[in-house]
């Protein structure tokens, strides 16, 4: 699935940062955005130090290997979109998304290779969806009972 992504840039939001940039919302490409390059943000809103951007081309694809993540998402509580996204060296005012995802491990994945990971809500036919495919695919490991060494018998000890 294509989709696009609202991404949020706050001009001095506190005096020890410059600019502060984040996801706002994610909402699937029904094809008003395909001619958008992919590389070339929309600005929607420029005022007060607030610049609200919309970036196109991004695609979404689940994987069954990923059902955990899914699952795992989907438990939560308060199921999301997760979106890395990368900010410039050397100007720090630009910021971009560089991918979304469902999966709870890949994101932690990404986070643990020191990459920003942002979450923004997720809600409706894609939480429905991904319910389904999960439902679908994920298969909870069967746990190995290991019995305590009192309840083995002596040979099994050794």
């Known amino acids: 699935m294509r989709v ?11 005096r020890w940062e410059q600019w502060r ?31 609200t951007t919309l970036h196109a081309g991004l695609h979404v694809e689940l994987f069954r290997d990923e059902a955990e993540g899914y699952h795992l998402n989907l438990s939560s509580g308060a199921p999301v979109w997760f979106v890395m ?46 319910q389904a495919f999960t439902d679908l695919h994920y298969r909870p490991e069967p746990r190995q009972r290991k019995r305590p060494p009192s309840f083995r018998s002596p040979q099994e000890r050794g």
Do not use: K
């Not at 696009?4 to 506190?14: E, H, K, S």
């Not at 909402?27 to 130090?49: E, F, M, N, S, V």
């Open 4 to 14: 696009v992504v609202i991404f949020q840039r706050l001009q001095a939001p506190t």
């Open 21 to 51: 940039h984040s996801p706002t919302e994610v909402i699937i490409d029904d094809g008003r955005w395909q001619d958008l390059p992919a590389a070339q943000p929309r600005i929607l809103r420029d005022t007060d130090g607030i610049t």
């Open 85 to 130: 996204w990368r900010q410039h060296h050397e100007d720090p005012a630009r910021a971009w998304p560089e991918m979304v995802t469902l999966s709870y491990n890949e994101a932690a994945r990404l986070l643990d290779a020191q990459e920003r990971v942002d979450t923004v809500p997720l809600q409706g036919p894609v939480q429905t969806w991904l």
